[in-house]
């Protein structure tokens, strides 16, 4: 039976998971370059970063009060012009 993996482990191997798969994927569409893998990992690396940035400053905005929020809900649907005819 497999002991669990704690959450922090998991967090870093989906992270490299995804640099491996993102590097490949840069690899791919330069045409298969030799000798550039390095270079490769990084700019993955760089989206990385800049994806968890983009979270993090998502998580960190504060959600407005419900009142505000009523407010600003408006209805998608709008009513048909009447035909009169």
């Known amino acids: 039976m497999k002991k669990p993996v704690p959450a922090e482990m998991?967090?870093?191997n989906t992270s490299e998971r995804w640099l491996q798969v993102a590097a490949y994927y840069i690899w791919e569409k330069e045409g298969y370059p030799?000798?550039?893998?390095?270079?490769?990992?990084?700019q993955a690396s760089a989206q990385l970063a800049d994806l968890s940035k983009g979270t993090k400053?998502?998580?960190?905005?504060?959600s407005p009060s419900s009142r505000t929020a009523k407010k600003q809900i408006k209805?998608?649907?709008?009513k048909p012009p009447s035909l009169a005819t």
């Open 10 to 12: 998991m967090a870093q």
């Open 34 to 42: 030799h000798g550039r893998d390095l270079e490769h990992w990084y």
């Open 57 to 62: 400053a998502a998580t960190a905005k504060k």
């Open 75 to 78: 209805s998608p649907i709008k």
